[in-house]
């Protein structure tokens, strides 16, 4: 890991709140080094615990024990407030470009020990897109979730459930939150269906179904 710049844009966590998820993002900006500036700027009010190099180079910017800006709105199962019950990592990427090598391998070898921590379960290890479907697209289509599942660092589904179940009761059941139709599917689709497009299909509803039947949310605190 190298050393650390340590970002002022952190606070407390709220109401003794333990992270008990993790959030995936991508910086969507040109350079690491333009998004570690931004992540550093008290101006800004943006921050993440993590910030990892196109190369792999893994910085810490704020104390996992503290809570860091990076989620916004948005919510998963009955957590509203994620910025206290979360740790955040920024992944150095325009947005649109293949995640290196490197940097894929830095994530991995990231996750483990921040999981073990705070007793985090791979279901919990989500995209920032999943807990903000009207907002994010990140880590977007081209990050490589399926590759994390197989670490045991997030999940995939393994087999296909019932087509004929509710949609939108699935995605709920898994922890995604309410939002408009269209954009609860882009989310689901862009995490598990990457370059689906088009109306709610079989195979949407028949993934849904598998996963929450694996990985219902346990909801951790409500903070509402």
Not at 52 to 64: F, K
Not at 132 to 149: C, N, S, T, V
């Amino acid at each position: 890991m190298a050393p650390s710049q340590l970002s002022p844009n952190f606070g407390e966590r709220r109401d003794g709140a333990r992270p008990s998820l993790i959030v995936i993002h991508y910086t969507a900006m040109p350079t690491c080094a333009e998004a570690r500036a931004r992540l550093c700027d008290p101006e800004a009010e943006v921050s993440a615990h993590y910030l990892i190099s196109e190369s792999g180079e893994v910085e810490a910017l704020v104390p996992e024990e503290a809570r860091a800006w990076h989620a916004g709105a948005g919510g998963w199962g009955a957590i509203t407030d994620v910025n206290s019950h979360s740790i955040g990592i920024e992944l150095a990427n325009p947005g649109d470009a293949p995640f290196p090598e490197p940097q894929m391998a830095a994530l991995e070898a990231l996750l483990p020990g921040i999981m073990a921590r705070w007793a985090i379960s791979p279901e919990r290890v989500i995209g920032h897109s999943d807990m903000a479907p009207e907002r994010k697209r990140d880590p977007g289509p081209r990050f490589d979730w399926r590759r994390l599942a197989l670490g045991g660092l997030s999940v995939w589904p393994d087999m296909h459930g019932d087509p004929e179940t509710d949609f939108a009761a699935s995605a709920r059941a898994l922890g995604y939150p309410d939002a408009a139709p269209d954009a609860r599917l882009a989310a689901f689709r862009l995490r598990f269906r990457p370059g689906a497009s088009g109306p709610e299909a079989a195979a949407d509803r028949a993934l849904a179904a598998e996963l929450s039947r694996r990985f219902p949310v346990d909801g951790g605190q409500r903070d509402t």
